[in-house]
């Protein structure tokens, strides 16, 4: 990209019904690659180096108005009377200092910015008053034909209504994008007259800069399929495809293996470190952030996540959690929103994580429960043990202190705390605080004392998690 002296600004069509998407969402707000079409156009256009943009709105203003969050103009163009109509509108809030301005539509998703740059540059510091995308179709029934000078330049865009046998033959295109010397367009813009229908057509532009002298330049776009707009459901697939193509292109240029791009799909904002492996069947969508050197899938789908360094996510579903370094997870593991994972973490089968923050080298590696719980460093917790957070009215917490081991089948009864160092027995239902150190089993669980036989070694005796120790006959009436 040549470096710009110049301010550009863009106007974004985006008015239009698109009555073919048969659809009550409006056009530019179906989503490709995890974000509205329209996002990407302006993406595009922030690429190439066009911060400020206006989006003409009409049909679905409100819901297109509040997708944009502020981050570009808008103008309301009511009723639509045509694309020199809406360039009009767009034009009474245009920034006016801008010296160039770029017209697009919010149905040309897969332009790249590389396309809005060649335009500025073919204006050539404003000698020509317009530069125009054309592309060559095999079938360019229904678009405005371009009509070529002897010099190269564009001498006419005939609208297909107004086209005679000869013209339709033209198999060059006039794509609907174009760059302005912006002084010009705002004198010429009104010295449109509308056509027969009485809609005003931005393409009689072409016909008034050639009457004032002024060159028209032909930039030929790179890629006809990433030229057209997008008119219906068809076309929003196979656009979809292409880019998810592009970016899976885009990460294992820098550095991720993608083992096989046709059963992955990455949506355009997630970001990928290096060495990072996505195996087959994998969705990584919204906001998600994998670290260098982790393993994703196979059959892994991932939405607004962290994943840290070297860990491993396997058949799993993890949904607005934070997964640390070296972490193991899955197959057949649930990461619901809030979920944080410490290092080293073993979360396997079946096992289920919302609203919970679980410390360094804690292992839940069987079907289980943890909710709304906060769980320490080195915990074991059994297969089979939930946190019963929920009172029916309210969510309740359950601290596990570091180093615990929560036996199989436990039932821990929010809201409640096992101590440091603490274990519970199989199938205890936890209903009161259990101190540091202490053990206890049975529902409700209650507090009993270890006997250990002289004879044994130490450790014989001691309750492990999973294994309930035999209470004695003393601790049945606490
Ligand atoms: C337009 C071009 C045609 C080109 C084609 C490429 C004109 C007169 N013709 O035709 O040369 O080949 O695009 O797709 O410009 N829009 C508004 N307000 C309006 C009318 C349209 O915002 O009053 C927006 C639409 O939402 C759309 C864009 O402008 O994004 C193009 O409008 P559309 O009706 O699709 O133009 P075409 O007739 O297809
Ligand atoms: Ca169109």
Same mark, same amino acid.
């Given at each position: ?24 969402? %409006?056009?530019? &707000? ?11 156009? &302006? ?24 997708? &944009? ?6 103008? =309301? ?32 998703? #897969? ?24 592309? =060559? #179709? ?55 007259? %509308? ?102 899938? %196979? ?9 840290? %360094? ?24 649930? &990461? ?127 309750? =492990? ?14």
């Amino acid at each position: 990209m040549s470096a710009q002296l110049t301010a550009p600004a863009a106007i974004v069509l985006a008015a239009g019904q698109g009555t073919r998407m048969r659809s009550r969402i %409006p056009k530019v &707000l179906h989503p490709l690659a995890g974000r509205p079409m329209l996002e990407h156009v &302006l993406d595009a256009l922030r690429e190439a180096g066009i911060e400020r943009a206006i989006v003409v709105t009409g049909h679905g203003a409100d819901a297109v108005e509040a997708a &944009l969050e502020g981050r570009a103009t808008t103008a =309301r163009q009511e009723p639509q009377r045509g694309t020199a109509d809406a360039v009009r509108v767009a034009l009474e809030v245009a920034p006016p200092d801008a010296t160039e301005l770029i017209v697009t539509m919010g149905d040309v998703p #897969l332009q790249p910015p590389e396309l809005y740059a060649a335009l500025l540059d073919a204006l050539n510091g404003g000698s020509a008053a317009i530069a125009l995308t054309a592309v =060559r #179709l095999d079938d360019p029934a229904g678009y405005g034909r371009v009509l070529r000078a002897a010099d190269g330049g564009a001498s006419a865009i005939v609208e297909e209504p107004d086209a005679d046998d000869a013209t339709r033959a033209v198999g060059e295109v006039n794509v609907g994008i174009y760059a302005f010397d912006a002084g010009w367009l705002r004198d010429a813009i009104g010295r449109v007259s %509308p056509s027969a229908s009485g809609e005003f057509y931005l393409t009689d532009l072409v016909g008034l800069a050639v009457a004032d002298g002024r060159p028209v330049e032909i930039v030929v776009a790179p890629d006809a399929a990433d030229a057209v707009g997008i008119n219906h459901r068809v076309a929003l697939s196979v656009a979809e495809e292409r880019m998810r193509r592009r970016i899976n292109e885009r990460h294992m240029r820098n550095g991720v293996t993608i083992v096989d791009p046709s059963t992955t799909r990455i949506d355009a904002a997630v970001e990928i470190g290096q060495d990072a492996r996505i195996e087959p069947g994998t969705t990584l969508e919204g906001a998600t952030v994998i670290a260098q050197d982790a393993v994703i899938g %196979p059959n892994a789908h991932l939405r607004d996540s962290r994943i840290g %360094p070297r860990s491993h996510v396997w058949a799993s579903v993890v949904e607005e959690s934070t997964v640390a370094e070296d972490v193991e997870i899955g197959p057949f593991a649930h &990461l619901r929103p809030g979920a944080e994972i410490g290092a080293r973490c073993r979360i396997g089968n079946f096992a289920e994580v919302k609203k919970t923050r679980i410390g360094a080298g804690t292992q839940q590696h069987h079907f289980s429960y943890l909710g709304d719980a906060e769980i320490g460093e080195n915990v074991n917790v059994g297969a089979g043990s939930v946190t019963a957070n929920f009172d029916g009215t309210k969510k309740h917490r359950t601290i596990i202190e570091d180093g615990a081991s929560i036996g199989v089948d436990t039932m821990m009864v929010a809201p409640v705390t096992i101590g440091e160092g603490a274990t519970t027995g199989a199938g205890a239902v936890v209903t009161r605080d259990v101190a540091p150190g202490k053990t206890v089993v049975g529902m409700p669980a209650r507090a009993i004392e270890i006997r250990r036989r002289r004879s044994a070694p130490a450790e014989a005796g001691e309750p =492990r998690a999973g294994q309930a120790p035999v209470p004695s006959g003393a601790d049945r009436n606490p």
